[in-house]
């Protein structure tokens, strides 16, 4: 039965970005306002977005809403299980962007350092800039192409620009770039497989705000 959950705390928050996970099954299910409600992904698989009336289908002034059923492994598809549920705050559905070489769609929280971003790189083979809506340079971005299967793309601070991490992988970090560059308004991506010929590409974009997060590295001394 379709249903809504209320966060509890002691201030409401209007997510604009949600991540579940059910405690007996495998796959996390990410939605955004960028991309809208029943729009899900996946951040442990290569799939591409996919709809469903049975996951998320409204986005609440503090909580969300849950469709009716659908498969089992939807987030309200089997009765009885236990999921959790992450929300973060941007600023709203997202507007409009012409910062950069591609026009984007921007929904940035600079208070907390968090904005989500939609865009279509183009078939030209050239590199492209978007627009990151920060006011100051991301950390760390997660990448994903939404219309066709494959990896989720991490670049991060503490390795170099030349090299990523995978969400949906348990391969060592790789040289097959994307990122090259990013300016206080801009991140720039090499066209490759996943950020080429016109596919809509959605990227989670962080910057280093003191008391909301932090981004770093450490080295082991199995001690």
């Known amino acids: 039965t379709a249903f809504d959950v209320t966060f509890g705390g002691n201030s409401d928050l209007a997510p604009d970005w949600l991540w579940f996970k ?92 968090f904005s989500i971003v939609t865009a279509t ?38 390795i170099s620009p030349a090299t990523e991490v995978r969400l949906n992988s348990t391969s060592a970090a790789t040289t097959t770039s994307w990122q090259s560059a990013s300016t206080s308004s801009v991140f720039q991506i090499k066209n490759g497989a996943w950020t080429n010929g016109g596919q809509v590409c959605l990227f989670y974009c962080f910057a280093e705000i003191p008391g909301y997060s932090s981004f770093g590295s450490y080295v082991a001394n199995a001690n």
């Open 22 to 113: 059910s405690l007996i099954a495998s796959n996390h299910f990410l939605y955004d306002k960028v991309r809208g409600a029943l729009k899900t992904i996946s951040s442990d698989t290569s799939a591409a977005q996919a709809t469903s009336a049975g996951s998320l289908t409204a986005f609440g002034t503090d909580g969300f809403s849950l469709g009716n059923g659908g498969s089992n492994n939807d987030i309200n598809g089997v009765a009885g299980t236990a999921h959790i549920a992450w929300g973060w705050a941007a600023n709203g559905a997202g507007s409009s962007n012409s910062d950069g070489s591609l026009s984007s769609t921007v929904s940035a929280n600079q208070t907390a350092g």
């Open 121 to 158: 790189p183009g078939i030209s083979g050239s590199n492209d800039t978007i627009g990151h809506g920060l006011g100051i340079a991301p950390k760390m971005i997660i990448g994903k192409n939404t219309n066709f299967s494959d990896n989720w793309h991490v670049y991060h601070s503490a």
